[in-house]
């Protein structure tokens, strides 16, 4: 097995999210759904304001999260190793890839939830899965919300075809735990001359890659690192907002509009002075799910360009290939 060690960031151009489109969710209906699909097709990302979390679901995930990682370490490696769910450090995946982060991954069924948890501390882990359920509900409500105005925006006859994925009680959604401590990076450590720390350059946390699922729902708190690709060496940095939640298009929702809305690649990158902890939430159909594009977003100057598959074929392919890859590739028609 390659181990790839997380590399320091030199000579990209690293554009401000100015544009990034902002949604306010309280606006009027059809606007809304307008500028969503839109957002899908032109970023891959968007951020959402107004969106129905309280202050108070968000806190205390937050709050259960930091009082985790600021646990001594033999303690927070009693809930991993992440195989597949559970504490992880440095260690992505089961390829090899490597990032300057600590994090648990969690499967959002109430028992995982509750089994994690007992390993978590005896007398927090009520506490703990309970912010988890809270969290994770209110998220999910948000992307079935979304996935609805997007259907409609799409003008598909099943305005709910993306939304029930999620709602299924099957659904595999996963919730993501992020910690990036801050690094100092000391270009001594790089093999350069100058011994003194650099307090400008940043290490990769998560490595660049797109995200598998349907829909990711990202909240940060105000340290920045989140960067997107817009072209090959080009990077936008999202400007962190707290209130606000970042959500992005995930390569099954990729097939599923067949190839109009785009699962844009990604990447964090630690702060030199603050820790930076998000909270992923990533909508996932069930196992057993048939992707395919949705026919009304197929026509003949428009053919499918993906074959159907599961997404249990597709999350193996994912799981057996390194972080980067592009996995999408494989299952486009010949
Ligand atoms: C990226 C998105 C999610 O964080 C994740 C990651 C998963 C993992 O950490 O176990 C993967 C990665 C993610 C894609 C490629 C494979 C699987 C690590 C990895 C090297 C939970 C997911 O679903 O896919």
């Known amino acids: 097995m390659v181990v790839a060690s997380p590399t320091p960031i030199r000579d990209e151009k690293i554009v401000s999210d100015i544009d990034l489109p902002i949604i306010d969710l309280s606006a009027e209906r059809s606007t809304v759904t307008k500028l969503i699909v839109q957002a899908c097709e032109d970023y891959g990302f968007f951020k959402v304001i107004n ?8 806190a205390n995930m937050e709050d259960q999260s930091l009082s985790f990682f600021a646990k001594p370490m033999a303690e927070k490696q009693r809930a991993g190793p992440a195989n597949p769910f559970g504490y992880g450090c440095k260690n992505i995946g089961f390829s090899g890839d490597m990032g300057e982060v ?6 959002t069924s109430p028992l995982t ?9 005896n007398d927090s882990s009520k506490i703990f899965s309970c912010a988890v359920d809270a969290y ?26 993306f939304s029930k994925l999620i709602r299924d009680v099957d659904s595999d959604a996963v919730l993501r735990l992020n910690h990036y401590p801050p690094i100092m990076h000391n270009k001594d450590c790089e093999g350069g001359r100058d011994t ?20 990711t729902i990202l909240r940060s708190n105000d340290v920045g690192g989140l960067q997107i690709s817009v072209e090959d060496g080009v990077w936008i940095a999202v400007t962190p907002d707290p209130t606000a ?3 992005n298009v995930g390569d099954m929702f990729q097939a599923m509009t067949n190839g109009r809305f785009v699962s ?9 002075y603050k820790s930076r902890m998000s909270m992923a939430y990533f909508c996932a159909p069930p196992l057993n799910a048939k992707i395919s594009a949705v026919p009304d977003l197929v026509a003949p100057q428009r053919l499918s360009l993906y074959k159907p598959f599961t997404w249990a074929e597709y999350k193996k392919a994912t799981y057996s290939l390194r972080l980067g890859d592009s996995r999408l590739e494989l299952f486009r028609r010949g």
């Open 51 to 58: 969106h129905g979390v309280t202050k108070d679901t968000i």
């Open 102 to 107: 600590e994090y648990l991954l969690l499967n």
């Open 113 to 121: 939830i509750a089994q994690i948890s007992k390993t978590i501390s």
């Open 136 to 161: 994770t509900e209110a998220v999910r409500e948000l992307a079935c919300e979304l996935l609805e105005l997007i259907g409609e925006g799409l003008r598909v006859p099943d305005t709910s075809v």
């Open 196 to 215: 003194s720390p650099s307090y400008n350059h940043s290490k990769v946390g998560f490595g660049e890659h797109s995200d598998p699922q349907i829909l």
């Open 245 to 247: 939640f970042c959500v």
């Open 264 to 272: 844009v690649r990604h990447r964090a990158l630690t702060n030199s």
